[in-house]
T-cell receptor, first 116, second 111 residues
């Protein structure tokens, strides 16, 4: 069973361009989470999605950032008009569905975004 | 979700047990204690979780005090590859499962 896949692993964008980060959850997982880690800082929650639904986007910046998890295909984190402050490692995690309780999250290797 | 407090750093000799403490004095009855670690720049890795009973798996053991106000993660025979930042997170067993990360404990396993 393949783990969580993220691509690209490294992404370089100039200021003002768009960045698209992809995340394929583990097989059978229907919950996806995105976290951001700025240089020398801790991880911060961004958004939690289930198939075709955003459950919690309380950690997403109000502008330029969006996320989706369509019925088919990977989850996408999209950053429009990138700025230098967006340079960070972006981690995706997935977990299986559950009737109750919580489940551990499995993380991908991350996408390192550098804005020049 | 309850706040957790961990020492910022610890050292351990290779082959010895590493005992990482975590305080969660405001934890509520339906909050689990989760442990993750992040080896330098890699994606975080789930280690173990528990509610009130002690738990053990192939990676570690989790000891939770009877009052649930603190816990200890035990790596029984630490290796150099266990050098990482370890995070203790209290998580409500509800619909929202977002992980709120503190600063964790930076564990250095020395040869």
């Amino acid at each position: 069973n393949a783990g969580v896949m993220q691509n690209p692993r490294h992404l370089v964008r100039r200021r003002g361009q768009e960045a698209r980060l992809r995340c394929s959850p583990m097989k059978g997982h229907s919950h996806v989470y995105w976290y951001r880690q700025l240089p020398e800082e801790g991880l911060k929650f961004m958004v939690y999605l289930q198939k075709e639904n955003i459950i919690d986007e309380s950690g997403m910046p109000k502008e330029r950032f969006s996320a989706e998890f369509p019925k088919e295909g990977p989850s996408i984190l999209r950053i429009q008009q990138v700025v230098r402050g967006d340079s960070a490692a972006y981690f995706c995690a997935s977990s299986p569905p559950s009737a109750g309780g919580v489940h551990e999250q499995y993380f991908g290797p991350g996408t390192r975004l550098t804005v020049t | 979700d309850a706040k957790t407090t961990q020492p910022p750093s610890m050292d351990c000799a290779e082959g010895r047990a590493a005992n990482l403490p975590c305080n969660h004095s405001t934890i509520s009855g339906n909050e689990y204690v989760y442990w993750y670690r992040q080896i330098h720049s890699q994606g975080p890795q789930y280690i173990i979780h528990g509610l009130k009973n002690n738990e053990t798996n192939e990676m570690a053991s989790l000891i939770i005090t009877e009052d649930r106000k603190s816990s200890t993660l035990i790596l029984p025979h630490a290796t150099l590859r266990d050098t990482a930042v370890y995070y203790c997170i209290a998580l409500n067993a509800g619909n929202n499962r977002k992980l709120i990360w503190g600063l964790g404990t930076s564990l250095a396993v020395n040869p």
